[in-house]
């Protein structure tokens, strides 16, 4: 077993940062890009099919890495709910979720019955392996699910229609957040259930929000998950370009997934020397920099991470123009940063 990503989640001394990157099961990958062209399936259908989703997933150990993460969406969870995304090819609902009709028809499901592929998944996954290699399971935060219902697609750099909803109806914003943080929860006990290592909860949308619609629609249900999953497996929280370290505190995981502005050693020096950090190259340096540059900094990073509590990474997903050289040649010279 290589169990690097697990020591250090538990904050050990490792004698390499162990490295797993956001994103790494898809299209900077070639052959994952292969496998979609010769399979000729909507995505939705590649995720439901445990045989395919298995092998999509397992596809990044080639690389190296150090923790495979399941290949699924974090729309995943919706469809047995009631509102089934397709990706044509972006992420699209249909039917918006904009009605409190709407968020009273969406259903808390059973997740053997509703998500019995996430199951078989998992199981194929940890047959292969056979304890190789950490498996992460994860979900969306409750407020990022919520922007995709209301706008029903992809956001770009605004969501108007689910800040419109949130400003004109805050308590039915509300009801479908607290309907989404119990399916969450128990989405993600699930995904422990099925043997996954580590948990981690996206709140991809954070970086759309002021600070005070974060507050009061992002943080409590956060926190919320991390209680309830105290216990269960380690969390990871991440939420993407959201700079204000204790709000990503307040959250309550385990470990801290970094934005590039913040260095772990500053993290550290904030929030206590003994604190478990993921991160947190900059994932456009590693899509556009050169080498040299890209390398000076996973160097910076690791040095910055002291061989202990860290989990390399990046700062975001890897960008779909990631040139895979970068990828492969970032996870051999992570692994040369011996202590
Ligand atoms: O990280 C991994 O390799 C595991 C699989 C994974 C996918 N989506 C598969 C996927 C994970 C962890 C996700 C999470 C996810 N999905 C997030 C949170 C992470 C983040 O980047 O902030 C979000 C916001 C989504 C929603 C989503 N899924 C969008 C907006 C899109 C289309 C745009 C895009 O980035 O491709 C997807 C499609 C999707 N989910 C792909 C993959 C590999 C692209 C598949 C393809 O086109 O072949």
């Not at 259903?107 to 992460?136: K, N, Q």
């Not at 979900?139 to 004109?168: I, N």
């Not at 957040?177 to 099925?194: N, P, S, V, W």
């Not at 997934?257 to 020397?273: D, T, V, Y």
Request: charged residues 20%; negative net charge; hydrophobic residues 45%.
């Amino acid at each position: 077993m290589n169990d690097m990503f697990l020591r250090a989640a538990r904050g050990e001394r490792t004698a390499y940062p162990p490295i797993w990157l956001m994103r790494q099961a898809g299209r900077t990958d070639p052959e994952y890009n292969r496998l979609r062209e010769t399979a000729e399936m909507p995505l939705e259908a590649l995720f439901a099919s445990p045989e395919l989703a298995a092998r999509i997933s397992l596809l990044p150990r080639r690389l190296g890495v150090d923790a495979i993460i399941i290949f699924q969406d974090i729309l995943t969870p919706l469809t047995p709910m009631g509102a089934p995304f397709v990706f044509r090819p972006g992420p699209t609902l249909p039917e918006p979720i904009r009605t409190a009709a709407q968020v009273d028809a969406l259903r808390l499901f059973e997740m053997e019955t509703g998500l019995s592929h996430v199951r078989e998944t998992f199981g194929i996954i940890h047959e292969t392996l056979d304890g190789a290699l950490p498996v992460l399971g994860f979900a969306g935060a409750p407020f990022t699910l919520l922007v995709f219902l209301v706008e029903g697609k992809s956001f770009g750099d605004r969501a108007d229609a689910a800040f419109a909803f949130l400003r004109e109806a805050p308590a039915l914003a509300h009801a479908l957040i607290e309907k989404l943080t119990a399916m969450t929860i128990d989405y993600l006990r699930f995904q422990a259930g099925c043997g996954a290592h580590a948990l981690q909860l996206f709140e991809s949308a954070a970086f759309l929000c002021s600070s005070d619609v974060y507050q009061e629609f992002a943080i409590p249900y956060q926190q919320r998950i991390f209680a309830a999953l105290r216990g269960a497996a380690p969390t990871i929280f991440f939420a993407r370009e959201w700079n204000a370290l204790e709000d990503l505190d307040a959250a309550g995981a385990d470990i801290i997934s970094l934005p590039s502005s913040i260095s772990i050693a500053q993290a550290r020096e904030r929030l206590g020397g003994q604190r478990v950090f993921q991160g947190n190259l900059d994932n456009a340096l590693l899509a556009r920099g050169a080498w040299p540059d890209i390398e000076a900094a996973a160097r910076a990073c690791v040095e910055s991470g002291e061989h202990r509590g860290h989990i390399f990474n990046l700062s975001h997903g890897l960008l779909r123009e990631t040139p895979f050289a970068h990828i492969e040649r970032l996870v051999r010279f992570v692994h040369e940063c011996r202590a």
